[in-house]
Structure formats: C-alpha cells, structure tokens
C-alpha cells in the first residue's frame, strides 16, 4: 500500500512541473524489473514543437526507402542547450539534473544520427522514447521449445 501511494505522488510531481513549462522525463515511467541502475529524471524544458522532418527528394530521382532516424527528447534538449543557447556542457548538465559526460554522450549521439540522416536521406523524428527493434524482431518470432533436445539432456 506504501509503495503505491510513493508512485501516486511521483506521478503528481511530474504533472505539476509539467504546467511550469519544466517536463521531467525518466524513460518509461514504469518500476524496473531488472538489473542495473535505474535512469535519473531528466529536465526537458521545451518539447520540441515539431517533431518530423522529412527530406525532399526530385521527383526524378529514384532512391530506395530507408528507415527513419530517432532522436529522443534527452538528445534534443541537450543539443539545443549546448549549440543553440551556447551553454556550456557542464551547464547543460546542471539544467537537465544529469552529469556532463552524459551530456557529453547524449550530443554526440544526436549530432551522429542527425548527420546520418543527412548524408542518407532518411527522415528525423524526435520521439519521447526510442523505439528498440530487437524488441519488435523478438516479439515477432515466436518461441518454440525443442522437446528432442530437452530428452537428449536428460539422458546424457
């Protein structure tokens, strides 16, 4: 019972910030279940008001389709504070509760993929999550145990 009110009231916390203009992102939201260390929340001050770019290619031109680039809100907002607003990293870091080599890490990934999507032609959507495709290629397939190889076990 404890335990559900500590989420109830985390979950107000974020709302209020929210109405501030301060959003507070900590991935999913949801209790982990495995291990490592849990991801600190992180302060996004403005969501981005648009969130897909889409390259224009000549009609003439015939290029294959490729899979869009995700840049995830913790990437946009440290790219826009550190090269828009000229703040330095360990300033960005301060604004966003997480530390500079984090920063450090979230432009140099932003500044990897928006290049990529330049240089290939892909679009760009900015997303609160990044999607995993091991995840999507894992629930696709379905799993089958092999009894055979359950009875060659147990014999040997």
């Given at each position: 019972?404890?335990?559900?009110?500590?989420?109830?009231?985390?979950?107000?916390?974020i709302s209020q910030k929210s109405t501030r203009g301060i959003y507070m992102w900590a991935g999913s939201g949801r209790r982990r279940r495995c291990r490592g260390r849990?991801?600190?929340?992180?302060?996004?001050?403005?969501?981005?008001?648009?969130?897909?770019?889409?390259?224009?290619?000549?009609?003439?031109?015939?290029?294959?389709?490729?899979?869009?680039?995700?840049?995830?809100?913790?990437?946009?907002?440290?790219?826009?504070?550190?090269?828009?607003?000229?703040?330095?990293?360990?300033?960005?870091?301060?604004?966003?509760?997480?530390?500079?080599?984090?920063?450090?890490?979230?432009?140099?990934?932003?500044?990897?993929?928006?290049?990529?999507?330049?240089?290939?032609?892909?679009?760009?959507?900015?997303?609160?999550?990044?999607?995993?495709?091991?995840?999507?290629?894992?629930?696709?397939?379905?799993?089958?145990?092999?009894?055979?190889?359950?009875?060659?076990?147990?014999?040997?």
């Amino acid at each position: 019972m404890r335990k559900s009110t500590k989420n109830i009231s985390t979950l107000n916390l974020i709302s209020q910030k929210s109405t501030r203009g301060i959003y507070m992102w900590a991935g999913s939201g949801r209790r982990r279940r495995c291990r490592g260390r849990p991801k600190k929340q992180r302060f996004i001050q403005q969501v981005p008001p648009v969130n897909h770019f889409i390259p224009f290619i000549p009609s003439h031109i015939m290029m294959p389709r490729k899979p869009p680039v995700y840049i995830s809100y913790d990437e946009f907002e440290a790219l826009r504070l550190v090269d828009h607003e000229g703040l330095s990293q360990e300033d960005a870091g301060k604004r966003m509760n997480i530390s500079r080599g984090t920063v450090w890490r979230l432009i140099q990934n932003a500044r990897k993929k928006i290049i990529t999507a330049l240089l290939e032609s892909r679009e760009i959507l900015i997303v609160p999550t990044i999607p995993s495709l091991q995840n999507v290629e894992a629930s696709q397939e379905p799993k089958v145990k092999d009894k055979s190889s359950n009875a060659n076990n147990d014999k040997g």
